[in-house]
């Protein structure tokens, strides 16, 4: 059974069974999908919006759609990468310059940009009763 139809029912039968409250959040969502699909009246809709009328499975129509723009963004990522990358093999150094400005953009993204700290000071804020500085 997929997952989508297991939440679908056991969501119907814990609101049959009024303990619909005091389940999780994901039976719950099960419940505001088979809720969602029953029509709504006019006056539940919020003005400058409209109804949901599109047919069919939309989570397979969304993975659809997903899968989608990634094969479009990795079909698009050589190109990108020749217009962001130029490195220079001439040599070690001129290597190590070349890739510099990417490695201080992965240190920020990876959030590496702190100061290091001695493995000594480290173990002195961790353990009670040394004091700080003192060789462990």
Not at 4 to 12: E, H, P, V, Y
Not at 98 to 122: E, M, Y
Request: with cysteine; aromatic share 6%; proline share 4%.
């Amino acid at each position: 059974m997929i997952r989508r139809r297991f939440l679908s029912q056991s969501a119907k039968s814990l609101a049959a069974a009024g303990l619909l409250r005091s389940c999780s959040r994901a039976a719950r969502a099960g419940a505001a999908w088979t809720e969602a699909t029953t029509p709504v009246s006019s006056a539940a809709i919020l003005p400058g919006t409209s109804p949901l009328t599109l047919t069919g499975d939309l989570v397979f129509q969304m993975e659809d759609g997903i899968v989608e723009y990634l094969r479009k963004r990795t079909t698009q990522v050589p190109q990108k990468r020749a217009q962001l990358w130029h490195l220079d093999y001439y040599s070690v150094e001129a290597y190590e310059k070349s890739v510099a400005q990417h490695r201080d953009n992965l240190r920020k993204i990876a959030g590496a940009v702190d100061p290091r700290v001695s493995s000594v000071a480290a173990v002195a804020e961790s353990v009670p009763g040394v004091v700080r500085g003192a060789a462990v």
